[in-house]
């Protein structure tokens, strides 16, 4: 599930994977992750963007990472599915009291079929917490304006409360011009500028957060990681992930920096870091001697490298280093299973939000 | 000049004040900031927030600072001199070429004396470079109604490409209403959501920067300061200073850091970086041991204390302990005669890019 929602080219693992490629022991990657923004290939078994080699070298290991694996597994996976359950409660419990059904619509062109399969996730698990699922497919040559027409349409449908504009769109359409279509009482990605600015804005709160880094947040609440106060690297500066969870870090009075591809000593400062979210799509980049003992690490990264023993040929890592990281934090995610659930957790979060706001229901 | 226009309670000097009380060193500032939000009394000659003492003590004072001071002083006047006779050229140009006259509404309400003498000065600073200013004084029992009504107006009104309103406004009217009723092409403050959002996203761009920040960054590149791949401290998060700048510097590919009031090792963090912004309003607080040596200090605060030597009894200081940086820094602005002059100067420039923008004239 969660490899499947993660190489959704909408969503975190793949969007900044462009944007990080001078890290001194990435360049390697470099050429092979100059490509379609997606990870996975929609008719192939094989991931595009398939790394070699990414492994987690013994020359980082110091005298405390020698020790056992010490740090808490946040189990994305476990905190998903009971957020699902509460969900699922909250919509029972709106539907009870005055008889509305959360909406999301989805809107998808064109046939590739990794979008296709995304969409029917998204319509499963809307689904299994009782949210009415509203979908239109476009055929690949279908104009902008039929787009931004079914777009309005939603806009003004009573029943729908979030929409979502599967992504990549065909590349003879206005990606900006559509999402920007979509209202932002419906914009349950949280993408729109005006959502982000007011995230930025202290005094203001945003209409919806964008999922994965409010999924990214919602695990150390769920884990009771203090953020007030903590030294927090984030590793990426993606509109959907890195730069939205610096702000939801920075609004939780952490004191934030974000890492980046210009960064010149990222090492050095990520490990500072009581708290680090990285969010790049560089396998096993962070290594041990990157992080400061104790520190809580989440790791948005889900990359594919080759793996013979695998019946696939290949397997998901993180952006960091799991064999090592597990023995110097004091918590991280595992991926799979980590953030990736998360994501289409807070996406419902957010469907149900909406509904709710719409009808001044609390 | 500078002293009142960073006294402008809508400007940099002053919002911020109470957000950053919980420097160790600061404390003692506490008490005298828990007050209006604007530092002078509109009827005395003393500042009414007038701190009793901030010296810079020497014992902070190391071998290397004890030398005479090197840094180069970032003259904000003589730049901000320089932008307007830019900006003055570029008006002559515009209306020229085009017929077109850049124009600024301010809309006042009440009758404080130091609203109505910063509205005077952005009055005579538009006169000075050719634009033409609109002004509407409401009574301070006019209603939110009438004063979007004027906002309406100047919406609608295309003599105008710019729309200012003068806070405070009377404690009867809701100020993010107002604020939020211009519109965004004529937001020259740049305070709008939509466009700190567009700040903050990558591939996207705002319509206007906010003119402090704005300022600060027009300083940088006036002096021909590197910003790219440099390590950046704000100090302050404020929506119209601290926050925009960090935004503006993460744009220019620094690596970022926000230091706040729950930042637990302020000056450790402010010691590593190559460019510091500081804009909390509190006098002299970033001392010489804050600093790494050959670092660019940009210093936002304007921060009164009591000099008897002076003739008004109070002289001007920054948050940046000046005698101290001075020997340190590779460069710093002085308090007054920094960042104050480029705010109005940036007012001027975003005035005349929106009449551009409006007739998409380059």
Same mark, same amino acid.
């Given at each position: 599930m969660a490899s499947m929602i993660l190489s959704d080219p909408s969503s975190a693992a793949s969007v900044h994977r462009l944007s990080f490629t001078r890290f001194s022991n990435s360049l390697v990657f470099l050429r092979r992750f100059v490509?379609? +923004? &997606? =990870?996975? /290939? &929609?008719?192939?078994? +094989? *991931?595009?963007? +398939? /790394?070699l080699h990414a492994p987690c070298s013994s020359r980082f290991i110091t005298a405390s990472m020698a020790a056992e694996p010490s740090a808490k597994v946040i189990d994305g996976k476990s905190v998903a599915k009971q957020i699902r359950e509460e969900i699922s409660a909250e919509v029972t419990k709106l539907k009870e009291a005055i008889g509305v059904v959360p909406g999301l619509a989805v809107v998808l062109v064109g046939d590739r079929k990794d979008s296709a399969t995304y969409v029917r996730n998204k319509k499963i698990a809307c689904e299994s917490v009782g949210i009415k699922s509203f979908e239109v497919n476009l055929p690949n040559d279908a104009s902008e304006q039929e787009v931004l027409k079914y777009i309005s349409d939603f806009n003004g449908e009573p029943l729908v409360h979030g929409i979502l504009v599967q992504l990549p769109l065909p590349s003879h359409m206005n990606e900006q011009n559509i999402l920007n279509a979509v209202m932002i009482e419906k914009d349950v990605d949280g993408f729109h500028p005006l959502n982000i600015g007011r995230l930025a804005m202290r005094g203001r709160e945003p209409m919806f957060v964008p999922c994965t880094p409010k999924g990214c947040i919602e695990l150390l609440h769920r884990y009771g990681v203090d953020i007030k106060g903590k030294r927090a690297v984030v590793i990426g500066r993606s509109n959907i992930v890195g730069m939205p969870a610096a702000l939801l870090l920075q609004r939780e009075d952490a004191t934030v920096t974000i890492v980046h591809s210009r960064t010149k000593n990222p090492e050095e400062i990520t490990r500072q870091a009581d708290i680090i979210i990285s969010a790049v799509g560089q396998p096993n980049m962070v290594r041990g001697s990157w992080i400061k003992p104790g520190a809580v690490i989440i790791d948005v990264g889900i990359n594919p490298v080759e793996d013979a023993s695998s019946p696939r040929g290949y397997r998901l890592v993180g952006d960091v280093c799991y064999d090592e990281a597990c023995k110097i934090a004091a918590a991280i995610t595992p =991926? *799979?299973?980590?953030?990736g659930p998360m994501t289409i957790a807070m996406l419902l979060s957010n469907t149900v939000s909406s509904a709710k706001r719409a009808y001044n229901f609390n």
């Amino acid at each position: 599930m969660a490899s499947m929602i993660l190489s959704d080219p909408s969503s975190a693992a793949s969007v900044h994977r462009l944007s990080f490629t001078r890290f001194s022991n990435s360049l390697v990657f470099l050429r092979r992750f100059v490509g379609p +923004l &997606h =990870v996975f /290939s &929609h008719t192939a078994a +094989l *991931p595009r963007a +398939l /790394s070699l080699h990414a492994p987690c070298s013994s020359r980082f290991i110091t005298a405390s990472m020698a020790a056992e694996p010490s740090a808490k597994v946040i189990d994305g996976k476990s905190v998903a599915k009971q957020i699902r359950e509460e969900i699922s409660a909250e919509v029972t419990k709106l539907k009870e009291a005055i008889g509305v059904v959360p909406g999301l619509a989805v809107v998808l062109v064109g046939d590739r079929k990794d979008s296709a399969t995304y969409v029917r996730n998204k319509k499963i698990a809307c689904e299994s917490v009782g949210i009415k699922s509203f979908e239109v497919n476009l055929p690949n040559d279908a104009s902008e304006q039929e787009v931004l027409k079914y777009i309005s349409d939603f806009n003004g449908e009573p029943l729908v409360h979030g929409i979502l504009v599967q992504l990549p769109l065909p590349s003879h359409m206005n990606e900006q011009n559509i999402l920007n279509a979509v209202m932002i009482e419906k914009d349950v990605d949280g993408f729109h500028p005006l959502n982000i600015g007011r995230l930025a804005m202290r005094g203001r709160e945003p209409m919806f957060v964008p999922c994965t880094p409010k999924g990214c947040i919602e695990l150390l609440h769920r884990y009771g990681v203090d953020i007030k106060g903590k030294r927090a690297v984030v590793i990426g500066r993606s509109n959907i992930v890195g730069m939205p969870a610096a702000l939801l870090l920075q609004r939780e009075d952490a004191t934030v920096t974000i890492v980046h591809s210009r960064t010149k000593n990222p090492e050095e400062i990520t490990r500072q870091a009581d708290i680090i979210i990285s969010a790049v799509g560089q396998p096993n980049m962070v290594r041990g001697s990157w992080i400061k003992p104790g520190a809580v690490i989440i790791d948005v990264g889900i990359n594919p490298v080759e793996d013979a023993s695998s019946p696939r040929g290949y397997r998901l890592v993180g952006d960091v280093c799991y064999d090592e990281a597990c023995k110097i934090a004091a918590a991280i995610t595992p =991926v *799979p299973g980590g953030v990736g659930p998360m994501t289409i957790a807070m996406l419902l979060s957010n469907t149900v939000s909406s509904a709710k706001r719409a009808y001044n229901f609390n």
